[in-house]
T-cell receptor
Framework: GAVVSQHPSRVICKSGTSVKIECRSL??????MFWYRQFPKKSLMLMATSNEGSKATYEQGVEKDKFLINHASLTLSTLTVTSAHPEDSSFYICSARAGGGGNQPQHFGDGTRLSIL | GENVEQHPSTLSVQEGDSAVIKCTYSDSASNYFPWYKQELGKGPQLIIDIRSNVGEKKDQRIAVTLNKTAKHFSLHITETQPEDSAVYFC???????????FGAGTRLTVKP
């Protein structure tokens, strides 16, 4: 089946640090990648959608200068949390989808637990 | 935009019993409905999906039904096992859009 690898799985760092999270599709080409944030015992909240070679589309309320997304290839997208603060602590999950539009499945990574001290 | 409502929020069943989780959606143009299972500390894993041109799909102990008229779809797990314990999310997506909207999740506990 489709495999999505997300790294790192856990990050603990000081306030003010920038953190980069990588999302890779290992056995398929991901035309579109998604970044979600999940709070404890809550559902997934879509942050942004990125298509390979294009600028990401951010959901309302998500600061694009705070959460930098790069989707430079069909197998890699990165999310950089710039100048992270304790309120940015959360579980971040990426997903990837091959071509075919919205009626194709998204395949998720195992998430990154970000803790800002 | 699309709203997806999911019920119940928690479900506890005895091993061997069946479990049913229900979702409703608001946009009649929605045409793809996946179900995901999320275990603690992991990302969601796709377990079954259904498209709007069929009413039911089954894969071993898991089945999904879709009622387009009523705009609801359900996940059925038969002969539940303790390893089925997890949080289950339904989702719905428009074919013309890139995003997927998730339900709030159902925490299923299967008691041995």
């Amino acid at each position: 089946g489709a495999v999505v690898s997300q790294h790192p799985s856990r990050v603990i760092c000081k306030s003010g640090t920038s953190v980069k999270i990588e999302c890779r599709s290992l056995d398929f080409q991901a035309t579109t990648m998604f970044w979600y944030r999940q709070f404890p015992k809550k559902s997934l909240m879509l942050m942004a959608t990125s298509n390979e070679g294009s600028k990401a589309t951010y959901e309302q309320g998500v600061e694009k200068d705070k959460f930098l997304i790069n989707h430079a290839s069909l197998t890699l997208s990165t999310l950089t949390v710039t100048s992270a603060h304790p309120e940015d602590s959360s579980f971040y999950i990426c997903s990837a989808r091959a071509g075919g539009g919205g009626n194709q499945p998204q395949h998720f990574g195992d998430g990154t637990r970000l803790s800002i001290l | 935009g699309e709203n997806v409502e999911q019920h119940p929020s928690t479900l506890s069943v005895q091993e061997g019993d069946s479990a049913v989780i229900k979702c409703t959606y608001s946009d009649s143009a929605s045409n793809y409905f996946p179900w995901y299972k999320q275990e603690l500390g992991k990302g969601p894993q796709l377990i079954i999906d259904i498209r709007s041109n069929v009413g039911e799909k089954k894969d071993q102990r898991i089945a999904v039904t879709l009622n387009k008229t009523a705009k609801h779809f359900s996940l059925h797990i038969t002969e539940t096992q303790p390893e089925d314990s997890a949080v289950y999310f339904c989702a719905a997506t428009l074919g013309s859009h890139n995003d997927m909207r998730f339900g709030a999740g159902t925490r299923l506990t299967v008691k041995p």
